[in-house]
């Protein structure tokens, strides 16, 4: 029976109830969620997996309708942030905005992005520039979401305005505020990246898996974000599906450490799994040669470790005191003057590091450094730091499995 005029704009032509409302809008959202960050995050920014060309598109029509986002345009924006981060160039780094700003004004920080013209052709290139993309998705950005609201309207009258204001809400917030903001504020840590990047849970299912941001800051292109095996990355499961009915395919995902035992000498195997795994490889120095020297430099002190030395100080050892303020910096380095064995083990974290991060050395000359730097860490008679040299020299890389 057709609807009278006041049922329409009650309830529009499907006379949803709420419970139905708000299942079809847990639904819109999640879609909404995978077309971001599946589509535009893993494939298009960081080629980690291609979608059959029908997916493809039905995500990006879907972002066109419900975010008005420009692909080429949100592609650039990512890279320049994995590019910039945490440095005033970052286009969201909460330890410039301020978290405040990127939290409840991503939106605007977005947008400010959006104007820099030739950031977005730099970082932008090998985005989707088709008929469709140049004459409907591009021009008629702001035209997808007004299409969305009247297309609301018809379809559950009054309520749809409700539920498309929720929508155009979802990605600012989450997105934009949660992963930009939180995500590099709060959290725990996988992985000793060179930025601030957390881990917000364990269990990445609310925002498609982004809430797993440290693990993608360690691993940029892996498809997958999930990497220790209590972590569950529902972008993943979908990737996972696709790729089984052949709509999918996984193109690069993070490659598993192995250990080789009776390796005395680094080598060319060594030095490809460090560059790889630089991060765990940094992680694994904290864990298990700083904290453990820490401990031990408070029980000969007989004091607490919470009392030698503040958990902010501890947390700055990590990379020499790089998110400091520059006072907590000054205290943090005479502290570590002042103890001879922290000091030849920060010292040795810190040429580690630089080793690995340095881009100027050829393989020969790096591997070369690395086997002068396992020299003199077992020189030291530091146990622990002996103990790190002897499985670092094992690191060689499994096949993925993915």
Known sequence: MPVS???????????????????YL??????TIFAVTLYLHRSQAHRGVDFHPVIAHVFRFWTWLTT?????????????????????DDPHSPRFKGIRTVFWQGVELYREARGMRADIEQYGKGAPDDWIERKVYTPWATFGPTLLLFVSFALFGFKGIAVWAIQMAWI????AGVVNGLGHWWGYRNFETTDTATNLTPWGVWIGGEE???NHHAFPSSAKFALRKWEFDIGWA???GLEMVGLAKVLRVAPSLDVRPNIHVPDTDTMRALLTHRFQAMTDYQRNVLKPALREEAQAAGARLRALLPRRLRKGLVDDGRWLKPDAREQLQAWVAQRPRIRTLVEHRARLSA???????N???ALQALQAWCREAEATGIRALQDYSMRLKGYSLQSARV
């Open 363 to 365: 393989a020969g000359e």
């Open 5 to 23: 005029l006041l049922e329409f704009l009650s309830g529009g032509l499907l006379q949803f109830g709420w419970g139905a409302m708000l299942l």
């Open 238 to 240: 979908v990737i996972r």
């Open 26 to 31: 847990l639904a819109a959202t999640q879609l």
């Open 172 to 175: 600012p917030f989450w997105a």
């Open 355 to 361: 080793l690995l991060e340095a881009r100027s050395q």
């Open 68 to 88: 008005s986002m420009i692909t080429r345009e949100w592609v650039a924006i990512h890279r320049k942030h994995h590019a910039k981060c945490e440095t005033e």
């Open 212 to 214: 797993l941001h440290n």
